[in-house]
């Protein structure tokens, strides 16, 4: 189905860095992480179409230099401003190529790190703007688009070892039958998500037991732990959570690349009795080999990693090294929705379950539309998929992620859902928005 | 060998955004990269210490995105500004792992893109300050350190499973014998280096061939050229550079990435009858696996990277993985020297040979004494090892790289050679020193 939109012009980009004070409550504290402020360096693209929309996103950053990633994002301007939009959402395969190719930029990278995150927010951005246009939420609008739509999207650069553009048509073709019936059951059903909340280091071991009862109460079949700062917290941990959930509900643990490769399989060993469901981020996220041999050892055990894997050639590394039982799908890490199809696809075909990382602040807003449409219209299916979800900062979207029984509910609203509040971005603007002078006034920052 | 200084606290982060209007005369270009503003993000480290010397270091950029790479330096000010140097330059081990491990910052990364490269650029600035205040040159302070003291500079996370802390004393100890006399040897025969200028993709035939053919009554015993971005152009270029040279002459070749991992097999078969020595980067610097399957199928061809490789635990990949006949250390891409070390013995461990990537603005100024420093203290040998050398942009150094019979001259000016002259500093700022007001009163820029 071709989806022709009016003409329009990109006439502004409007850059912000906005943060979120959340190690005041050790919300999000990990190993390697104990002291997050979520933030967002957050784009608006604004154009000269009389409907007045406009596209939002953000790279998600944990904090100080998030104002790096605002800078990354200003040098795509050249790319943006003054940008013919092309009336087909197909048209942006070829701007992501443009804006992960810049001749000068990808020095920066390429493909990864600040300057790559940057091109994903800009993507999310132009995502965000043509699903409004379109009047459709994202996973609908890219569920609605034809394999040969979708292919374009797609820059199979260092893939076609692995991923061909005839193979990446024969899976989209091969989950068209049933699209609609499983569109329905998306909408009556939603899609299953775990809880990441109740696990978080900081919190005292009585909030960790309520916290994991009341996910389960809430009809969530999953909750995560992190682990990996200390043995003995780790395996006193497991049992609290194990006995507060009882036998049937898996437990994931993320350890957040704390661990040697070889201290990864010693630690997972000594956790085994709790029945852990998958171990998360072992080790470094460069680790391809590491991770395989981690993956080889600790079996039933399954490895899940992917919220820091750069881009889709690292990707397809692990998979091609046999190292993910999970793959772990970020919407900020890599170069936007164009990645993400890519990826989605590769792990299509190598059999590989994606569950989308969230948390953060808008993160179970995007993936959620990742993962749906990859039910749609990729993968076919729901079985051992499962959608992070943390009960934070959703307040400050337009529209934010809704978990009913357990599960996401399918978007409704047209877009990427990666609009912020206007009044929250005015609060959360930092140094300089109310609630950061609030907390320097309180001389905590 | 202890080397105490007087204390110091660092009283300025001064950073600059410096860059070369390299892309008006086509040199350094290839086939990823057709137009490059060869740049610098700078970083000044100034000291209450009363012998005033400063420690200078840069991220090395090709233009567009240096004002990210200059962000990213800033934003490491809070682990600067006010600090207390250690009086042996052991102490700058703790220093990195302070730089890389910023629990906010490494997400941006980790240890990879701008905010990587930024470490890099502070902690060779940090090297540079140390090696001035103890009046050495850099690859002299490094040698005289004992290997004790070289290892405790080490940041061994992910590397343990390939090499340990005593398989780096074993090496560093296995290189002590000897020691004497290859710095002498240093200090008279210089260290070997290879032309890369003749071989820049916008360079037209003739002077292809003249620049060949001075390499080598210059005293350079390898070229290189840029390939990769149209077959029936290399054959041609090959050709007659092979002509220039005769038999005895090293070409290497180099595609920057160029290829899907195939392809570049194919390609590189076809040049075989020029008997390329290695080819270099011939796919993305992600493809750990790629750059195994290459290197397997273009044997006797050597395969080179390095460059682009983002940290020790990537190397350590490719190391791991068998992908790499050559290791080419870039001084500005990891998190400086204390990476380097890292590096330089983990290629040490698996019998790799280290030629440095060089060129752009400042490289050949650094890696040499990387270069030099690995033939004194960690490899002992200067076999099938080679630095790259390009012969532009030197003049802005104050202690510029020196070539004579196509070798390195052993630096013996005390720092790490990072330092720019105040004058091009001044006239090189962008975009308001007096080179770019000029360059855009002509309507170039």
């Not at 994931?252 to 704390?258: G, I, K, P, S, Y």
């Not at 799908?329 to 936007?336: E, F, H, I, Q, S």
Request: charged fraction near 25%.
């Amino acid at each position: 189905m071709t989806q022709r939109l009016t003409r329009a012009r990109i006439t502004a980009v409007d850059t912000r860095d906005i943060r979120f004070p959340t190690s005041r409550r050790l919300d999000g504290s990990d190993a390697m992480h104990p002291d997050p402020d979520y933030s967002a360096a957050y784009v608006i693209l604004r154009t000269d179409a009389p409907d007045g929309l406009e596209g939002h996103g953000f790279c998600f950053t944990i904090g100080r230099g998030n104002e790096v990633a605002v800078a990354a994002i200003d040098a795509l301007r050249p790319h943006l401003t003054g940008a013919e939009l092309g009336a087909a959402p197909a048209d942006l395969g070829a701007v992501y190529r443009a804006l992960a190719g810049d001749s000068q930029l990808r020095w920066l990278g390429p493909d990864k790190g600040v300057t790559h995150m940057a091109v994903g927010a800009v993507m999310n951005a132009l995502w965000d703007l043509y699903a409004k246009r379109a009047g459709k939420p994202l996973w609908k609008l890219l569920a609605d688009l034809t394999p040969e739509q979708l292919v374009a999207l797609v820059d199979f650069r260092y893939l076609t070892d692995a991923l061909t553009p005839e193979e990446a048509l024969r899976i989209l073709r091969r989950a068209e039958p049933g699209k609609a019936e499983r569109e329905a059951r998306l909408r009556a059903e939603g899609y299953p998500a775990y809880a990441a909340s109740p696990g978080w280091l900081g919190y005292s071991d009585a909030r960790l037991a309520s916290a994991a009862r009341r996910a389960v109460a809430e009809g969530f079949t999953q909750i995560k732990l992190k682990v990996g700062a200390d043995l003995e917290e780790d395996l006193r941990r497991c049992r609290i959570a194990r006995e507060a959930v009882g036998p049937d509900i898996r437990i994931a643990l993320d350890a957040n690349q704390r661990w040697e490769p070889g201290e990864a399989v010693a630690w997972v060993q000594a956790l085994a009795g709790f029945d852990p469901y998958w171990i998360e981020e072992p080790t470094s996220p460069d680790e391809i080999l590491g991770l395989a041999a981690i993956r080889r050892a600790v079996a039933p055990v399954k490895v899940a990693a992917g919220e820091h894997t750069a881009n889709r050639v690292v990707f397809k590394q692990l998979l091609l090294a046999g190292a993910l039982d999970i793959l772990q799908l970020d919407a900020c890490r890599v170069g936007g929705v164009s990645e993400h199809l890519a990826i989605l696809l590769l792990a299509a075909r190598f059999g590989v379950p994606v569950c989308p990382h969230a948390g953060g602040v808008g993160l179970c807003e995007l993936v959620r539309h990742l993962a749906m449409f990859d039910y749609v219209a990729v993968s076919g299916t729901r079985e051992d998929r499962t959608v992070e979800y943390v009960d934070h900062l959703h307040e400050h979207f337009t529209d934010p992620a809704v978990i009913a029984r357990g599960r996401y509910t399918a978007p409704s609203v047209p877009g990427f859902s990666s609009t912020l509040r206007p009044e929250s971005l005015r609060a959360y603007a930092y140094p300089h928005g109310a609630v950061w002078l609030a907390e320097r006034a309180q001389g905590v920052a």
